[in-house]
């Protein structure tokens, strides 16, 4: 693993552990009779940080394709895959 892999690592990390913590508030909110505005913006809040997650995620993967488009990957993802995923979260 490059130096680059291991800091986009870490931010996929970092913005996964921020969605699972603006979840743990929507949940909150929500067992603690929170305003809808409050839910609904924390919710949406958790799903943006998600997608951020996912588009960081599979341009990482995209990124690898373009420095070495012949290498076969350890996870077996072809760029077909790849351009799949991205639509799924677009």
């Known amino acids: 693993m490059t130096t680059s892999d291991t800091e986009a690592q870490r931010k996929i990390l970092n913005r996964l552990r921020r969605a699972r913590g603006q979840l743990d508030g929507v949940i909150n909110a929500v067992e603690n009779g929170g305003s809808c505005r409050d839910v ?3 919710l949406a809040a958790v799903s943006s940080a998600l997608d951020r997650a996912g588009f960081a995620i599979i341009s990482s993967a995209m990124k ?7 290498t076969e990957r350890p996870d077996g993802i072809t760029a077909e895959e790849l351009e799949k995923l991205f639509l799924t979260l677009a």
Do not use: E
């Open 40 to 42: 609904v913006t924390q």
């Open 64 to 70: 690898d394709c373009l420095i070495d488009p012949d």
